[in-house]
């Protein structure tokens, strides 16, 4: 159910979303949809070589993790602007944890709207990105 501007407070969480730990089969799948082939996502040595210590996820998986749980509370056309600053790296077996928090009501071009801040983190909690989204509701 789409969330209601009026009944929506400033500092009301949203719906984590909680993903299975990333596997390997997760990252060659996304390589050949995202198109992005670098090896240090999929090739251990590449990884090891780049001084990762293997594998490494892809930053863009982790903030589509962020863009599923917003529009799991919006719908996609209802998003006005997301962005998101990388903070750390996501390996395979991190299980991620996206939430977020409602931080701004206000109106703009006609639209009430709302500013989230939105964060991932692993199992442990270590942040792997934290960014904001507007939508109108």
């Known amino acids: 159910m789409t969330p209601n501007y009026d009944t929506i407070q400033v500092g009301d969480e949203l719906p984590s979303l909680t993903k299975p730990p990333i596997t390997e089969v997760q990252l060659v799948r996304y390589s050949g949809a995202s198109g992005d082939f ?3 996502h999929t090739v251990h040595q590449a990884g090891v070589e780049a001084g990762n210590n293997g594998v490494i996820a892809h930053g863009m998986l982790i903030m589509g993790f962020a863009a599923q749980m917003i529009t799991n509370w919006v719908r996609p056309e209802q998003v006005r602007k997301f962005g998101v600053r990388f903070t750390g790296i996501s390996r395979p077996g991190d299980a991620i944890t996206v939430r977020g928090k409602v931080v701004e009501k206000f109106e703009a071009d006609g639209e009430r709207r709302v500013r989230c801040e939105v964060e991932a983190v692993d199992q442990t909690g270590h ?11």
Do not use: Q, S, T
């Open 38 to 40: 670098n090896p240090i």
């Open 127 to 137: 942040r792997k990105l934290k960014g904001e989204f507007i939508a109108a509701l």
